[in-house]
């Protein structure tokens, strides 16, 4: 657990020192917004519509399958871990797992899912 | 209990200390670099070779206006240069740097914590690497940044598995997740100091884990989401001042610790001539090693035009990710055959 | 040690007051953070509980992939990120009732899994009666379990994501046309 503390005692000294240049910089920096300045961006024009363009729903397909190799992927650590003790056995079980997701991949691939157009 | 807090308090300040001095250098050697590969010379003015540059930048952006256009949403437009910066220098926290050593008279772990899932939480902090850049683009209230923001987040999850995958082999060899371990798996006595890298025995994983690391960070030639040319700089156009430092900052912070990873995967980590004489020299041969990743790095950088957002999603999805399950299939194969 | 009480509640408050954000608050996104948040500090338990394993599984999959899902169907989703949202509409009282009967069901059965489980021939019961020492790496007892008792589940989880796949795949292609 002490090892953890550490990770937390440097995430809290990480933020510190976000913070702390931050607070510096709003003491150093002059401030100075009007309107103009706060307008978004936009190729030197006034913003048209709100930013809410349409997006192509393949972004939202992607992360699908992604969440699917994510899962996989997490499996793969402890049978990584044990691989050594168990050998032949474990490699037999991992290939027939990889085996049905790969026809998966095949699946998405000749279904088009993975084109992006 | 308070020993344990000073000792990690006293880690915690070295490396931070390290990380951000290694993230000011790495802009420095980056525009060095670069400079010389498009044949000019780079920063030169501040200091003797310019060596003074990263505190000029540093001040300057001190010194900067922190503009906040009227249509962010202000708590979330505030978190996500945290949120950026945050989990790159996380990643810090279990790399070993050194060999253990007694230092007056404490036995210190040269590592700010040895976790036994240590390569586990690398990859998950990685995974997390994403919603900075999520904030940032939602909150800009800008359509460039939204569009970067979504692009990049896309991006990075496509490589993110490829990128775990490529990890997996050396994890089949050494059989074990903690960085420490794995790090001593690849010590050697004898004169090729070096033989017993995992490189030599993963040399597809270290190419997939370099290729896959790149793309994770959003580095040229995958640098799609900041695509100065079509999306003004992306999910932090909105931002300025220290916001937008932290980012640059979260960057080479991200680069130096998948750099930091990588030479302790596939090149043996602080590994390397007389670790057993001299104390403290693996820090050196770590730095070293990084320095070469980084090296590498910006070289890319320097040689390869940027590819299209298709070419990057199929790439990503029909080339890297077969081959890191092919790679993970035969390494294990070689394994139960005995040939490694 | 007195520590782990002190992180333990740290944690449990934010669990539940971030449980409570994600059916509250109006703006969506928000929401979803909120939800991010939750997951984390479940992590955090789960870490006390010396489930290391569990714990980066947790931040892996539940915060970086599928938060990052619904974010994804918030974001593509337009006219809804920004737009303040009613969070109940007509049907508060049935979901009322469900979920007071869940949340009983969980207690119950809490309460009698807490009293009831030991199994006679390792001695091992459930919840926070169990005995004995964690094993140093968990990781690997994990995994050895996943290979040989626990070998058809998890064959069987394949299967459920080769489904889950073809099902997303199946889906995005009907909208489309």
Redesign the interface.
Known sequence: ???????L???F???G??LF??L???L??????Y?E??????CAEN?IG??????N?R?????????????????????????????????V??????G??????F???R?G????? | MVEIIIAAGIKVIFVLAAVLTGCAYATYMERKVVGHLQHRIGPSYAGPYGLLQPIADAVKLMFKEDIVPDKVERATFALAPLVSFIPALLTFAVVPFGKDNTVFGYDVKMVLSDLNIGILFVFAITSLGVYGIVLAGWSSGSKYSLMGGIRSSAQMISYEVSYGLSIIGVLLIANTLSLRELVEQQASDSIWFFSNWFIFKQPLGCLLYVTCAIAETNRLPFDLPEAESELVAGYHTEYSSMRFAMFFIGEYANMIAVSAVGATLFCGGWQGPFVNEIPFIGIFWLALKVFVFMFVYIWLRGTLPRFRYDQLMNFGWKVLLPLALLNTMVTGLFVVMGWF | MAEPGIVFWILAVVTVASAVMVVTLKNIFHCALALILCLFSVAGIYILLNAEFLAAAQVLIYVGAVAILMIFAIMLTSNLASKAIRQSNEQVMVGTVVSVLFCGGMLALIYLTDKAIVSEETGVAFWRQVRGTLPADNVASLGGYLMTKFMLPFEVVSVLLLAAMIGAIVLARKEKA
């Open positions: 657990m002490t090892e953890y503390l550490a990770v005692i440097f995430i000294a990480g933020i020192i976000v240049t931050f510096l910089s709003r150093l920096r002059p401030i100075n917004p309107h300045k706060n307008i978004n961006y936009e913003p709100t930013s809410w363009v349409k997006f729903n972004f939202y397909i992607f992360a699908l399958i992604f969440v699917i190799f994510d899962v996989e992927v997490v499996f793969l650590f402890p049978w990584a871990v044990v691989f050594g003790q168990l050998g032949l056995y474990a490699l079980e991992m290939v027939i797992f990889i049905i997701l790969f026809f998966g991949i699946y998405a691939w279904k899912a993975l084109k992006w157009v």
